[in-house]
């Protein structure tokens, strides 16, 4: 997730303070991992330093100071250039479990992978039943609900991967170890 560009979004429904944006961002992406802080005002000094948002005011108020931020033209114009490019499919595969799978089946023992394959599902199979209880509770809020879709989604689809896998673990287990001898 690109968060200068959320911290844009979130800044152009008005002008809002670090602790704002922080606990905007948290409710507008519950599956997403929560924002730090720091993490918060490091990116708003470096929209500040770029042009794309401004200090509005400071204010006290016999509280600790809270600097209120705005979004500015150019923030508004980076903003939705960014709204309107396209994402890409990520062209490599970078998931751990398919990693850890081809070096279970190396050695050529298919119970390490038939093992490691079985305690992943039920795993998943766990937070899936997870979020499937907490859609319930959800139902008010739509960023919330599509959030836990997603999320949900995700894991159906890495289920039907895990049970794909496991069927076919022996023969995959032959190729992988045929592959590594032919290039020796």
């Known amino acids: 997730m690109s968060i200068p560009y959320v911290l844009l979004g979130i800044l152009a429904t008005g002008p809002q303070h670090g602790y704002e944006l922080k606990r905007q961002h948290d409710a507008r992406f519950p599956e997403a991992r929560p ?56 062209p490599f595969i970078t998931n751990e479990i398919f990693a850890k799978l081809v070096v279970a089946l190396l050695d050529g023992d ?22 499937l209880a907490r859609r319930e509770a959800v139902e008010s809020s739509p960023a919330a609900a599509l959030s836990l879709d ?12 895990l049970d794909t896998v496991a069927e076919v673990v022996d023969d995959l287990g032959e190729e992988i170890s045929n592959t590594g001898q032919r290039h020796a």
């Open 35 to 90: 924002l730090a802080y720091g993490q918060v005002y490091t990116t708003l000094q470096r929209l500040a330093r770029d042009g794309h948002i401004e200090v509005l005011d400071t204010q006290a108020d016999g509280a600790p100071e809270r600097t209120r931020y705005c979004v500015t033209h150019d923030g508004v114009k980076k903003l939705r250039l960014w709204l309107a490019e396209s994402i890409p499919p990520a």
């Open 110 to 131: 298919r119970t390490v992978a038939a093992g490691m394959l079985s305690r992943q599902r039920d795993m998943y199979k766990s937070r899936v039943e997870e979020l």
């Open 150 to 161: 997603y999320a949900f989604d995700h894991l159906a689809a890495d289920l039907r991967w």
